[in-house]
């Protein structure tokens, strides 16, 4: 009982913990304004947010995060399930560093990992243009779903691939009619992951894009540091949705498919 | 010589992670053969298989299938089908679209390919099970689909991983059956199994070839190489229960427990062997070997009597309604003809 009573306490200040600032957006984006010591706004208005969030640049920034997270989660998923792929099938060793690799791109700073990669872009001209941020996204994206698939590969029976080879199948026919549709639903989560990684990054697009590339996140540091607090809010909830959507996509999936989560 | 039929390897050295795991291998089997490698675990049967069906590499030398060297080609183009330990059917589709999957990637209409598909799973008796999911079928019939399935591949050479041994012993038969029933001679594929039962392979196999410390140590027709081991490794490891310290003198005369008889050689010690079949005991009449009785072993095939003779330790078959009891002295019976002189001293000697 008392064991219970605690697990309940637990989650409840955990659900607290994680769900207060997502709370706070909602009610800042609505309030015209918002001081301390008050513990709640006096009066709510959410056009100034809905107008400062419509505006040219708040939607072409909005365009561009989704065309990269699109564009990143796919590319991202290929090459990382080839990777994880290679990596499963050629030995211990090559796992071994393919797996540090993935995983320092994850753990690096990203403002690190965006010096080292604002450098490289702008060695290949790219600096500055859409390209050259997709570019440096995939990074840490290909990272990502490089110990991802690693892990989904893992407890994929490879041996499946080697009866289909010597059944007459080429690598091709291997690939696009045992493997992908075995894999649809990791691949499937594959993408979203790849997007979501875009979907946040900051410091490597300031970097790579030079202020040049608007994204959502950098409009919104932009409307943050000019005190606009009020839009600031919005359009970080706009930039929280697809998290959310994404969780209840993949629960949604999972139930479909008996798995879990 | 090259062989027009079958499959061919030569010289093959297959790499065992960073070492030579096995070397110079040389095998030839023909259309419609069944031939059964056998060997300890870790000696590289399956690294071999794999190497011949193009999933793993050999060091050196050339795999021909039908006279046509593969040793380069990929494995979807040798005519080479491999089948796993465990079948690895494919859980996505169903049993029937799993037997027309090699009809279909050679481009054959998918129509055609379910028609074809269909006569297979009737040849495994599975038609029933056409359009049920893998994972819904029983051990058994898992292994009948695998091998429907390679036979739809219509292939040169059929190499099978220990094809058993995940089965019990009673799926084991009637997996064993399939195999019997499905694998033509003439122009049936080739087929290469591996096996560590020695009973297992005997009874399928045409010619038995035994894999010890890296090469091929033995090939021959089963009753050849169960009667005639050709080294005491061979004899140990087929099982023979009968191993026995002998020396030959100058005139040519084998002597050991049993007795001594004749049999052409250079002297110096040997060992003797017989099979367990090839000992009888009877009761004391006089006229032949003495042995004294240490125990009973019963088998699924019937009966037989540990017994002591001259010091050995041997397995004998008794006579139809013998009262035996430990302890007691046998006459230990048998035809020096079925006695085999290994060309090597035993342990110790």
Redesign the interface.
Same mark, same amino acid.
């Given at each position: 009982m008392i064991g219970a009573r605690r697990d309940g306490f637990l989650l409840a200040a955990l659900g607290a913990w994680v769900l207060t600032p997502i709370a706070v957006l909602i009610v800042r984006a609505f309030a015209q304004s918002w001081r301390f010591p008050q513990i709640l706004p006096d009066a709510t208005d959410a056009w100034p947010a809905l107008s400062a969030a419509g505006t040219g640049r708040v939607t072409s920034a909005l365009i561009a995060s989704l065309a990269l997270a699109l564009a990143t989660g796919l590319f991202g998923t290929v090459i990382g399930f080839l990777i994880a792929r290679s990596a499963v099938r050629v030995g211990r060793r090559f796992q071994q560093l393919t797996l540090a690799a993935a995983f320092f791109t994850v753990i690096a700073p990203p403002i690190a990992l965006g010096v080292g990669l604002q450098v490289a872009v702008l060695g290949i001209g790219l600096g500055g243009t859409f390209t050259g941020v997709f570019l440096a996204h995939l990074v840490p994206v290909t990272g990502y779903l490089t110990l991802f698939a690693v892990g989904v590969f893992a407890s994929f029976d490879l041996s499946l691939e080697d009866e289909a080879r010597t059944l007459g199948a080429s690598p091709w026919q291997v690939l696009s009619r045992i493997v992908v549709p075995l894999l649809g639903r990791r691949l499937g989560e594959g993408l979203i992951l790849g997007g979501l990684v875009s979907w946040g990054q900051l410091a490597i697009t300031l970097l790579v894009g030079g202020g040049v590339v608007r994204t959502l996140p950098v409009e919104l540091l932009s409307m943050v540091q000019s005190g606009n607090d009020q839009a600031g809010a919005f359009a970080a909830l706009m930039l929280s949705l697809p998290p959310m959507f994404a969780i209840g996509l993949l629960t949604v999936g999972a139930r479909r498919t008996g798995a879990s989560l | 010589m090259t062989i027009r039929n079958g499959l061919e390897l030569s010289h093959a050295y297959v790499p065992f992670g960073e070492k030579t795991g096995l070397e110079d291998v040389n095998l030839q089997v023909a259309r419609g053969e069944r031939v059964a490698l056998l060997g300890p675990s870790g000696v590289g049967k399956t690294s071999l298989l !794999?190497a011949i069906?193009?999933?793993g590499k050999l060091s050196s030398g050339t795999v021909r299938v039908d006279g046509r060297d593969v040793t380069a080609a990929?494995?979807?183009g !040798?005519g080479?089908?491999?089948?796993?330990q465990?079948p690895?059917l494919?859980?996505?589709v169903s049993v029937l679209d799993n037997v027309a999957?090699?009809l279909e990637? !050679?481009g054959v209409p998918r129509s055609a390919a379910r028609a074809a598909a269909t006569e297979l799973l009737e040849r495994v008796r599975l038609r029933s099970a056409a359009l049920r999911q893998p994972s819904t079928l029983s051990g058994g019939q898992r292994h009948r689909v695998a091998l429907a !399935?390679?036979l %739809? %591949?219509d292939p040169a050479v059929l190499?099978l991983d220990e094809p058993f041994a995940s089965l019990d012993p009673g799926l084991r038969a009637e997996v064993r059956d399939a195999v019997v029933d499905l694998l033509e001679r003439g122009d049936g594929p080739a087929v290469l199994l591996v096996t560590h039962d020695v009973d297992e392979a005997a009874g399928l196999a045409d010619r038995l070839a035994v894999l010890l410390q890296a090469r091929i140590a033995q090939i021959g027709v089963p009753a050849e190489v169960l009667a005639c081991p050709r080294s005491l490794a061979v004899a140990r490891f087929v099982g023979l229960p009968n191993l026995m310290r002998g020396v030959r003198d100058r005139r040519a005369v084998v002597t050991c427990a049993l007795g001594a008889f004749d049999r052409p050689g250079p002297p110096g010690p040997v060992v003797v062997t017989a099979r367990g079949g090839a000992l009888r005991v009877r009761a004391r009449q006089g006229g032949a070997t003495i042995g004294t009785v240490r125990g009973l072993v019963d088998r699924v095939h019937g009966t037989a009597v540990r017994i002591d003779v001259d010091g050995e330790r041997l397995l004998a078959v008794p006579e139809l309604g013998l009262q035996l009891e430990v302890g007691a002295s046998v006459d230990v019976v048998v035809d020096p003809t079925s006695l085999h002189v290994i060309e090597e001293p035993a342990d110790g000697d």
């Open positions: - | !794999r069906a193009g999933l990929p494995p979807e !040798r080479i089908v491999y089948m796993h465990s690895s494919f859980p996505h999957f090699p990637v !050679r !399935r390679a %739809a %591949a190499l």
